[in-house]
């Protein structure tokens, strides 16, 4: 099983980018899909999540800004990332899970400047 993050870049705050995590493997229908950051000097924080029926959950911090979707029969999330701020920037990753398993990616990183 693979994960593969892409979409990571430099942006001016304002800007926006797109993210998007591909699985190879298996299917991961029933699976949680999300996105997680890591900040330098910070803990992994979540960002954002999609279950397969629909509901997503987000940080308070990205609420109205960032929005995940999914497309199961791509095994692939997405995550667009609008009026990204400077404290956005950090390492992006993807993690697909169940009560039983956990699959991360390996990262992207995104560095908003001012």
């Known amino acids: 099983v693979q994960l593969q993050a892409s979409g990571g870049g430099l942006v001016q705050a304002g800007g926006s980018l797109r993210l998007s995590c591909a699985a190879s493997?298996?299917?991961?229908?029933?699976?949680?899909m999300g996105w997680f950051r890591q900040a330098p000097g910070k803990e992994r924080e979540l960002v954002a999540t999609?279950?397969?029926?629909?509901?997503?959950n987000y940080a308070d911090s990205v609420k109205g800004r960032f929005f995940i979707s999914r497309d199961n029969a791509k095994n692939t999330v997405y995550l667009q990332m609008n009026s990204l701020k400077p404290e956005d920037t950090a390492v992006y990753y993807c993690?697909?899970?169940?009560?039983?398993?956990?699959?991360w990616g390996q990262g992207t990183l995104v560095t908003v400047s001012s």
């Open positions: 493997g298996r299917t991961f229908l029933g699976y949680v």
């Open positions: 999609h279950n397969t029926w629909g509901a997503t």
């Open positions: 993690r697909f899970s169940t009560a039983r398993d956990i699959f």
